[in-house]
């Protein structure tokens, strides 16, 4: 307090100097004030213009330079595996669905995808952080909306010196020649509410030094304080148009608390919509690799069988023959078409391993989930893999799925499904919430059909006195001190009035209106046109589903034909060489059917689950917010306040050894 109480004391010993003393120390404190600012000290490097214009410098150096920031981690990426790597068969590294998921959700910044999107349209990719961008977004966002109803601060200060000549002595209080050193401070604080009112409280005071002969002090000082409240009572007026358009709208031109609010809810079905074909091309991915394993594997086999063949029955009694000197045996047609056998078979398990450069099972190619595609080889599948989950290309392993698809039946009620998929579609909630925002805009944008009519209310107490503050006398018609007189009160004013304005025809209202009741219209179109299409993909996808599973067993049943077909035809002794590979490649075609049907029959399931909105509840996830500011000191992909999508199941230590499929086929018998 005492120190508190030496400020004020040296403030009023200030304010009773002469004028030119208090000038010079007015213009020396704003040349302080103006030199100083953060940054200039010691220990503020990072702020100021100093540091800005350093800052500027670099980045412009850097743009005019050229060249491409390459972080650390991709400067040098690892080789892809090669052939000898794979045949020491050391690289193989087995995962299950969960794991994959769970890594792919961990590093997944952007919600990637296989179609090259990230890459044509960087803007238009989704992110983790979009629901954040989206409420702090500085136009439209929700902080924005509600920054128009923030408290506003101001405050002025103006010295002004004149110097005149007048003709008649009177308007210069009995002079002619007038000489002033005139002050005014102001200082104010006003409030916009939510029910369209404004709402202000005013400090005024001003110093005026002159020579006028009928003054009755040198110099005085005329100070107030005041309220005003206005009030819209009719264009502007209520919570809820406020809430819906914002105080500082204008007609067709929205940003209130609630379009902000729709406007972030919508981002977030585009978040909810993205997040899930994510998940839905991750599992894709994870059931296009297994497919692309099995295949190989049966086509392996099957080459070593034929190859088998044929040393055995050609390499080997060749050997034996010209070991003994005998003429040949063997009839070179049979060799040549069994070798022939073998050399197409090497090169299809050479295209089952490496496979094409060719888009695999995405979310709408085909269906709207995703139909599985075939052609791609086991690591052109793995890459997509690992590109969707954020491995590197390649990291000296393979992976290997280690998870088996069900081969259980799924029942399904078609009301309950019909009923789901068109509550719990993101694009028809997101759509939903676009048919609101667009009801919002009509109910503001009538309001706009009434005129401006404005209640206004103001009261002001005033002061006046030599001197600004002080001792001395603070009553009658010459006060010693002007803050003394305003506290007694005795000079008090007041206003009340009305303000009206109206555009004659309201063209541009009208027009709003009219702009509004279209876009609701265009808006609802589109709601039931989305509606007959997610009913339509959904009766695909339970068709598919049936499908699939009726292919399952088929299938099945087809691999056990060709495995009966395969054991009678290699226990006959006559039977032909054209025989015994055509029932070997039967039987394991027929075993990589049956694995690629089980793998249709999962991406089915899966489907389902897409088109009726309920897949991250079918993997057992859940999407939780976080803070929408970073923490400081952070780093940015730590600390952007992303939405994480989380599973519920840990993956496992390590994940199953994938099976044979001898072994595999045993337990579905």
């Known amino acids: 307090m005492p120190g508190q109480t030496g400020l004020l004391s040296g403030l009023i010993r200030l304010l009773r100097r002469p004028v030119r003393r208090r000038v010079r120390f007015g213009l020396v404190l704003a040349v302080g004030i103006c030199a100083w600012s953060p940054g200039t000290e010691a220990g503020a490097a990072d702020d100021g213009p100093r540091a800005t214009a350093r800052r500027v410098e670099r980045l412009s150096t850097a743009i005019d330079r050229g060249g491409v920031e390459v972080y650390g981690d991709l400067r040098h990426p690892r080789q892809p595996v090669s052939v000898q790597d794979l045949e020491k068969g050391d690289c193989w590294r087995d995962e299950s669905l969960s794991e994959v998921m769970a890594r792919g959700l961990r590093n997944s910044g ?3 995808d296989i179609g090259g999107v990230l890459l044509r349209s960087p803007d238009a990719a989704m992110s983790t952080v979009n629901r954040q961008l989206q409420q702090v977004e500085p136009r439209v966002g929700r902080e924005a909306a509600l920054s128009a109803f923030d408290a506003q601060l101001s405050a002025t200060a103006n010295f002004n010196r004149n110097d005149r000549l007048y003709n008649n002595s009177f308007y210069a209080g009995g002079t002619n020649s007038f000489l002033q050193d005139y002050h005014d401070y102001k200082m104010e604080v006003s ?40 009030q819209s009572l009719l264009q502007g007026s209520g919570l809820e148009f406020n809430r819906i358009a914002g105080p500082q709208s204008q007609p067709g031109s929205y940003n209130g608390i609630l379009i902000a609010q729709v406007n972030g809810d919508m981002t977030n079905a585009d978040f909810q919509g993205s997040l899930r074909d994510y998940v839905s091309n991750v599992e894709n991915a994870y059931w296009d690799l297994y497919s692309a394993w099995r295949n190989y594997d049966a086509l392996r086999k099957s080459h070593d069988a034929v190859a088998k063949l044929y040393q055995e029955k050609y390499e080997l009694v060749r050997q034996a023959e010209q070991q ?12 040549a078409w069994v070798r022939q056998q073998v050399l197409q078979l090497r090169n299809e398990v ?37 590109l969707l989950t954020g491995l590197p290309a390649a990291d ?13 039946e799924f029942l399904f009620s078609w009301d309950m499904t019909t009923e789901e998929a068109l509550q719990r579609r993101p694009e028809l909630q997101r759509q939903n919430l676009a048919v609101k925002k667009r009801e919002l805009e009509l109910v503001a944008a009538k309001n706009y059909l009434k005129p401006q009519l404005d209640a206004v209310g103001r009261y002001r107490v005033r002061g006046f006195g030599d001197t600004f503050a002080g001792g001395g006398t603070a009553t009658g018609g010459a006060p010693d001190t002007s803050l003394g007189n305003l506290g007694t009160g005795d000079h008090q004013e007041w206003a009340v009035g009305v303000e009206f304005s109206v555009p004659l025809g309201f063209r541009k209202a009208h027009a709003a209106v009219s702009h509004a009741e279209l876009n609701l219209m265009r808006e609802r179109t589109v709601q039931r046109e989305q509606q007959r299409d997610v009913l339509s993909s959904l009766a695909g996808a339970w068709t598919d589903r049936e499908r699939t599973w009726q292919a399952l067993q088929d299938s099945l049943d087809q691999y056990l034909a060709a495995l009966r077909y395969f054991e009678a035809i290699d226990a006959r ?10 029932a070997v490649r039967r039987m394991y075609a027929a075993e990589s059917q049956f694995f690629r049907a089980r793998a249709e029959y999962a991406i089915a399931l899966k489907n389902l689950h897409f088109e009726k909105g309920s897949l991250l509840e079918y993997k057992d996830m859940r999407v939780h917010e976080q803070s929408a500011e970073p ?10 306040g992303a939405a994480e999508a989380t599973s519920s199941a840990a993956p496992e230590a390590a994940g199953p050894v994938l099976r044979p499929q001898a072994d595999a086929i045993s337990q579905v018998r």
């Open 573 to 582: 002794d006559d039977a032909t060489d054209d025989r015994r590979i055509d």
């Open 110 to 112: 952007v919600l990637r």
């Open 396 to 408: 000296g392993d393979v992976i290997r799925p280690a998870d088996e698809p069900t081969m259980a």
């Open 324 to 335: 003994r000197g005998g003429p040949s045996s063997i009839n070179a047609v049979d060799e």
């Open 350 to 386: 050479k295209e089952a391993l490496y496979g094409r450069l060719l888009n695999g099972t995405e979310v709408r190619n085909g269906s709207a989930g995703g139909t599985l595609q075939s052609g791609g080889g086991v690591l052109a599948a793995e890459r997509r893999l690992r």
């Open 191 to 230: 409030k916009r509410t939510v029910a369209g009112s404004q709402v202000a409280v005013r400090s005024l005071a001003d110093f005026d030094s002159n020579n006028a002969p009928a003054n009755t002090f040198r110099s005085g000082w005329n100070t107030a304080v005041e309220g005003e409240v206005r």
């Open 631 to 640: 923490a400081a000191g952070a780093e940015p992909a730590a600390a952007d």
